[in-house]
């Protein structure tokens, strides 16, 4: 368990340099993991995210990423290079909200722009266990790199996915080793029974009277603070805060400046998954059967 609250951060809207600064000036002030959003009126969040990889070199990366926006092997693949570019630091906010978007699953049947609410669900708790698969491609010790013999995997330890869901099938296996977490580090809001929820390592919650729900499906719960209770953190039984809605002025230099470095007077490294206190993401692969559940 971190010995102080986590401090996590979640990124207005933009233009890059003002976004690419303020992660600059979060990384300083000690806070756990900057979430770079993933609207459409603003730069795409896995980019930034690479840009900010190298400018902050201590801070989580989070990148928002919503199912309707590309297929679960290129998330699956994003995510993992992004953690082996930030070396660890790698976070997925996983949003099911409609963001306008009509791609459609891999049959060409369904489409998340005229789907009900109850298909959306369904077909986002078939692509994350279709991302998880495909993350559990690749073995720990694949890589072998022994160059005198010029073997540089392990064939053995790379493995085809095979993933067929109700909405999307993905063979696999990916086409890049395995990260130095394992698996990103899953945010996601707090929603009752919603998939992303159930699978979340870490969940974002309104307000107190969420929590003890929440704690029942994540490791972590963080309570969201925006406006001047920001800058004054209310007491709370949660693992830390969530800082929202800041875009500039007087209170955010407050924020940054004073509340971030009393909250985290010590920032954290390492890898993000082990600055939460998570414990790690284990090698899981499983063949695929249609009658089985999938880990995610």
């Known amino acids: 368990m971190p010995t102080s609250p986590i401090a996590v951060w979640f990124l207005e809207p933009g233009n890059a340099a003002t976004m690419l600064r303020t992660v600059l000036h979060l990384d300083l002030a000690g806070a756990d993991a900057v979430v770079l959003p993933g609207e459409a009126d603003c730069p795409e969040a896995l980019l930034l995210a690479a840009a900010a990889s190298r400018r902050a070199s201590r801070i989580g990366l989070v990148a928002e990423i919503s199912p309707w926006s590309q297929p679960p092997f290129l998330t699956a693949r994003a995510l993992g290079t992004l953690d082996a570019l930030t070396r660890g630091r790698a976070g997925w906010f996983v949003s099911g909200r409609d963001t306008g978007t009509t791609c ?111 704690r029942a499906s994540a490791d972590r719960v963080l309570l969201k603070v925006a406006g001047e209770a920001a800058a004054a953190p209310p007491v709370t039984s949660a693992d830390g805060y969530a800082f929202c809605g800041l875009t500039g002025g007087r209170l955010l230099g407050q924020v940054l400046h004073e509340t971030l470095p009393a909250l985290v007077p010590v920032p954290r490294g390492g890898l993000l998954r082990d600055r939460f206190g998570l414990s790690a993401s284990d090698f899981e692969f499983v063949p695929y059967h249609a009658e089985q559940e999938v880990p995610v």
Do not use: K
Not at 105 to 123: C, P, Y
């Open 104 to 214: 459609s699953d891999d049959s060409g049947r369904w489409s998340a722009g005229t789907a009900t609410a109850a298909e959306r669900q369904d077909a986002l708790a078939d692509y994350l266990a279709a991302t998880a698969a495909l993350g559990n491609s690749w073995e720990p010790d694949a890589l072998v790199a022994d160059v005198p013999s010029g073997r540089y995997v392990d064939a053995d330890c790379v493995h085809v996915t095979n993933y067929h869901g109700p909405y999307f099938s993905t063979r696999g296996p990916l086409n890049a080793p395995r990260p130095p977490q394992g698996r990103a580090v899953r945010f996601a809001e707090y929603r009752p029974n919603a998939a992303e929820s159930d699978v979340a390592d870490v969940l974002v919650v309104g307000s107190e009277e969420d929590i003890p729900d929440a």
